[in-house]
């Protein structure tokens, strides 16, 4: 396996695997260098939506993928499709979020496959939150170590979301009551490294345990800028057969909406989690 770092925050391209035909001394190696690099991409893959499922299974089984739809005969690999006849340009996922923070059981990690791409843009960004939280202030650590904070899907699958609109050719479902909000720690530790990180994101993290969202957003508005600037993050290009697999435990993600008129058609399935581990207070 040859592994080339993308940035110096986060990524890298592992060369010379097929993810179709993994070894136990393949897998011992990625979740090595899942752990270092958080973000892996593998060119030149050969997958299709049974191949995507075997491979979720080695890395632990299907997460649960509430909203969205998966295909027929493979309700968790998801269609992530934007066609290029289109009526709105936004894409899937294009606000900085890690996968499913209102769940209990938050997915460990998501794998996205390129099947079709645009002839440029769609790119992928990533932000390290091990560094977001490293980089804080001794003083800033100390104040958020104690924090729970709320998530909660209602603002992309709330009553008053509007993600079907833009997304014609994916099938979305959404509440019709306001969605349960689900604690977890603001500093979580990685179950693998040890290591914490500034978990919050600005899709789902809705407010701090015990104060309200007004109370709550100019701390979380000041470390969501903060979480994903420029040195924490890296940005994947894609292209037909790229497979690339992130950690949910210590990133977050964002797509670009910058292909209007073209098409990008990807498989996605999560991995199952566990429920995200304080900091020690
Ligand atoms: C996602 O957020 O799950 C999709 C990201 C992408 O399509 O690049």
């Given at each position: 396996m040859n592994i080339t770092p993308i940035?110096?925050?986060?990524?890298?391209?592992?060369?010379?695997?097929?993810?179709?035909?993994?070894?136990?001394?393949?897998?011992?190696n990625l979740d090595k260098a899942f752990d270092e690099h958080l973000v892996l991409v593998f060119r030149d893959q050969s997958l299709d939506p049974a191949s995507l499922l075997t491979l979720t299974n080695q890395l632990g089984g299907p997460g649960q993928t509430p909203y969205l739809t998966g295909l027929p005969g493979y309700p968790d690999v998801v269609p992530i499709i934007k066609e290029a006849n289109?009526?709105?340009?936004?894409?899937?996922g294009s606000g900085w979020h890690t996968d499913f923070t209102f769940q209990a059981e938050p997915p460990s990690r998501t794998l996205l496959y390129a099947e079709d791409t645009p002839p440029q843009?769609?790119?992928?960004?990533?932000?390290?939150?091990?560094?977001?939280y490293d980089r804080l202030s001794n003083g800033l650590k100390a104040m958020l170590n104690p924090l729970n904070a709320m998530h909660s899907a209602t603002r992309s699958y709330g009553p008053n979301s509007n993600l079907q609109h833009d997304l014609?050719?994916?099938?979305?479902?959404k509440e019709t009551d306001e969605p349960e909000e689900r604690a977890h720690p603001v500093i979580r530790i990685h179950?693998?490294?040890?290591?914490?990180?500034?978990?919050?994101?600005?899709?789902y993290t809705i407010r701090f345990?015990?104060?309200?969202?007004?109370?709550?957003?100019?701390?979380?508005?000041?470390?969501?800028d903060w979480a994903v600037q420029p040195s924490f993050t890296c940005r994947v290009q894609w292209r037909p057969g790229t497979l690339v697999m992130w950690d949910n435990r210590c990133t977050q993600h964002c797509a670009t909406s910058d292909y209007h008129?073209?098409?990008?058609?990807?498989?996605?399935?999560?991995?199952?989690?566990d429920s995200p581990i304080a900091a020690i207070r």
């Open positions: 940035t110096g925050a986060l990524g890298a391209e592992v060369d010379t695997i097929d993810l179709a035909r993994l070894t136990e001394i393949d897998l011992t289109e009526k709105s340009p936004k894409s899937f843009g769609g790119d992928t960004l990533f932000s390290n939150l091990y560094k977001a014609e050719n994916m099938t979305i479902g179950p693998n490294t040890g290591r914490p990180c500034l978990w919050i994101n600005p899709t345990e015990g104060m309200t969202e007004a109370e709550s957003s100019p701390l979380l508005k000041y470390l969501n008129g073209h098409r990008r058609a990807m498989l996605r399935t999560t991995v199952k989690g």
